[in-house]
């Protein structure tokens, strides 16, 4: 019996372990300064209400009002692209929607861009990567999003090779431990051969030992 605890208790302290890393990851990025000057604010899409963002969406879009308005207290003009295609419980696009909504609240139509087609937070950076690429060769960018997606966007981001920082747009637990949780699982499975050949590296060395 003691020999199938064994494996048991690998996988909960592996599981466990990168859980404390994930963590010290966000806390790591939070404490980050972001600095001014940037060409673009990426916002990352997320679910909308019909053809309203949701709260994480709106969060989300406040965050890159308030940093707007830095930029541009700072002397810079960056351009707002908004990055989200349609969900299937959605009316709209989410470019869409953001796009309305940073409209409304007195961003000049002209000083914002729209990527309608990702579906997940890889085609958001890869997708909005290109456009900004095509728009302004060596651009600068910050993207934003929220605070318990961060580790991800940024890993998205430098695999789409675009020079991003990242902002939170809200602490870490503010939709709830759970999103937080699944959004360390969601990471984990970015990279499954990177996990598994530790597991199977730990499994071996266990063995080794018996």
Not at 55 to 65: G, S
Not at 97 to 125: F, H, K
Not at 192 to 200: I, V, Y
Request: with cysteine; net charge positive; proline share 7%.
């Amino acid at each position: 019996m003691h020999v199938l605890l064994l494996p048991v208790a690998l996988l909960a302290g592996y599981v466990l372990l990168w859980l404390l890393g994930f963590l010290g990851l966000a806390l790591r990025g939070r404490r980050r300064p972001v600095p001014e000057g940037a060409d673009y604010l990426v916002v990352l899409g997320a679910a909308l209400v019909g053809c309203e963002p949701g709260p994480a969406l709106t969060a989300r879009l406040d965050a890159a009002l308030i940093r707007l308005a830095a930029e541009e207290a700072a002397g810079y003009a960056p351009l707002v692209l908004v990055t989200g295609g349609k969900g299937p419980h959605e009316d709209c696009t989410e470019a869409a929607a953001m796009a309305r909504y940073l409209i409304a609240r007195g961003v000049p139509p002209e000083r914002v861009r729209r990527e309608e087609r990702a579906v997940n937070t890889v085609e958001n950076l890869r997708f909005a990567a290109a456009l900004m690429a095509a728009e302004r060769p060596g651009y600068r960018c910050t993207v934003i999003t929220s605070g318990f997606h961060t580790v991800r966007s940024a890993l998205a981001a430098r695999r789409a090779g675009a020079p991003a920082h990242v902002l939170a747009a809200d602490p870490l637990l503010a939709h709830g431990p759970y999103a937080l949780l699944r959004e360390a699982v969601g990471t984990a499975l970015t990279r499954p051969g990177a996990h598994t050949a530790a597991l199977l590296l730990a499994a071996g060395a266990l063995l080794l030992t018996l």
